[in-house]
Antibody, heavy 126, light 109 residues
Framework: QVQLVQSGAEVKKPGASVKVSCKAS????????IHWVRQAPGQGLEYMGR????????NYAQEFQGRVTMTRDTSISTAYMELSRLRSDDTAVYYC???????????????????WGKGTTVTVSS | EIVLTQSPGTLSVSPGERATLSCRAS???????LAWYQQKPGQAPRLLIY???SRATGIPDRFSGSGSGTDFTLTISRLEPEDFAVYYC??????????FGQGTKLEIK
């Protein structure tokens, strides 16, 4: 079945970087955008950005510009989200999620998320 | 950036009854780009509704979405025990970021 499997929990110190992975299975990884969303403890959902696994093209939310890098490795159907210069308020669960639109020649985005990973907890603490 | 305001913050309803959740946008949103998600404790969000009124695959027909412009509604017609959760609306405007409402917690009365 279609699923996104994320890497395990991370504990980082302020100022460090974290790289979260998201492995896709059950579908053609390159054909669908991947979005990243985070959720601080007890809070709502916050959009971070998206990657086109086909081209590697990315779009980031303004709040994360300069600190976030999204990449992919199509040979292992995996997307990555790296966040640098971590602060305590980056403590959150980070989710990857698929957009059911299409990449490629006739590219289009649905702009919603139909399949989600289970999330990766990132704790930033000194 | 379009701000989504969900109301009420918490809704207490008895099983078998109807629940109506509201999502209001700070400016007009294309109906094509309004979605609803359900989230249970310790779980990822689950897509319920996209395009304001289309049910996602496998979603029971007791869930329905409606609305246009700045006012959108999620209705759960006959609440089942598994429906008690937090619900989020999400929109996409003409540019990033996508934004989410702050959530409505649906609790058992």
């Amino acid at each position: 079945q279609v699923q996104l499997v994320q890497s395990g929990a991370e504990v980082k110190k302020p100022g460090a970087s974290v790289k979260v992975s998201c492995k896709a299975s059950g579908y053609s990884f390159s054909d669908y955008y991947i979005h990243w969303v985070r959720q601080a403890p007890g809070q709502g959902l916050e959009y971070m950005g998206r990657i086109n696994p086909n081209s590697g093209g990315t779009n980031y939310a303004q709040e994360f510009q300069g600190r976030v890098t999204m990449t992919r490795d199509t040979s292992i159907s995996t997307a990555y989200m790296e966040l640098s210069r971590l602060r305590s308020d980056d403590t959150a669960v980070y989710y990857c999620a698929r957009d059911p639109g299409r990449t490629g020649f006739l590219e289009w985005l649905s702009h919603y998320m139909d399949v989600w990973g289970k999330g990766t907890t990132v704790t930033v603490s000194s | 950036e379009i701000v989504l305001t969900q109301s009420p913050g918490t809704l207490s309803v008895s099983p078998g009854e109807r629940a109506t959740l509201s999502c209001r946008a700070s400016q007009s949103v294309s109906s094509s780009y309004l979605a609803w998600y359900q989230q249970k404790p310790g779980q990822a969000p689950r897509l319920l509704i996209y395009g304001a009124s289309s049910r996602a695959t496998g979603i029971p027909d007791r869930f329905s979405g409606s609305g246009s412009g700045t006012d959108f509604t999620l209705t759960i017609s006959r609440l089942e025990p598994e429906d008690f959760a937090v619900y989020y609306c999400q929109q996409y405007g003409s540019s990033l970021p996508y934004t989410f409402g702050q959530g409505t917690k649906l609790e058992i009365k």
